[in-house]
């Protein structure tokens, strides 16, 4: 069975400072994918970035970067230069060999003026 | 080009009645799955297609849900009887092919209540 676990039930960030947000996950599968999610107030779900089990470097898209450690398996999103409108929800989740496509129980990240 | 479609936005029902979401994926994805969520659960994967065909529906909480694809382009979720426990924002997402590389696109949810 496939697991992600975000430890972090809430976390506070002082705008323009960076933030990490926890991801740990757990599969057999040889291949899979990693992803983040947020979800702000307004309840949609949009996609921030993606990391291949495969891929040599770390991911990165704007000021989002995924820090994925392969044999401690962890993914974490790394945030840099919060801004007010980085507060939200944000999912980990992980699709596997079987196609399936599970999320962590979320992180509520909140950004202090 | 529009994203994943879902009606209604919103339903409040009273218990003991049939519930029917609907999906409209994205054209010319071929994964499609339903999810519901709560505060108490999260997001729960209920039940996943590929080509239209249910690959996995173990997460369907009970013999009171049912999910269809009649075909690529609809899916509907149908709760029959509706009890206050299966509040929450029920979603749909659709993703283009099945590997593990294709991220997920979500519709807005349908948020149902019952009363």
């Known amino acids: 069975a496939q697991k992600i676990t975000q430890t972090q039930p809430g976390m506070f960030v002082q705008e323009k400072e960076a933030v990490t947000l926890d991801c740990t996950y757990d599969?057999?599968?040889?291949?899979?994918?990693l992803f983040w999610y947020k979800q702000p107030s307004s309840g949609e779900m949009i996609f921030l970035i993606y990391q291949g089990s495969y891929d040599q470097q770390n991911a990165t898209e704007g000021r989002y970067s995924l820090n994925f450690q392969k044999a401690r398996k962890s993914a974490n999103l790394v945030i840099s230069a919060s801004q007010l409108g980085d507060s939200a929800m944000y999912f980990c989740a992980m699709r596997g060999y079987g196609n399936q496509f599970y999320f962590g129980t979320g992180t509520s990240l909140t950004v202090i003026p | 080009d529009a994203g994943v479609i879902q009606s209604p936005r919103h339903e409040v029902t009273e218990m003991g009645q049939e519930v029917t979401l609907r999906c409209k994926p994205i054209?010319?994805?071929?994964?499609l799955f339903w999810y519901r969520q709560t505060m108490m659960r999260g997001l729960e994967l209920l039940i996943y297609f590929n080509n239209n065909v249910p690959i996995d529906d173990s997460g369907m909480p009970e013999d009171r849900f049912s999910a269809k694809m009649p075909n690529a382009s609809f899916s509907t979720l149908k709760i029959q009887p509706s009890e206050p426990r299966d509040s929450a924002v029920y979603f749909c997402?659709?993703?283009?092919?099945?590997?593990?590389?294709?991220?997920?696109?979500f519709g807005e949810g349908s948020r149902l209540t019952v009363l």
């Open positions: 054209s010319g994805h071929n994964s």
């Open positions: 997402a659709s993703s283009l092919g099945n590997t593990n590389t294709g991220e997920l696109f």
């Open positions: 599969t057999s599968d040889p291949s899979y994918g």
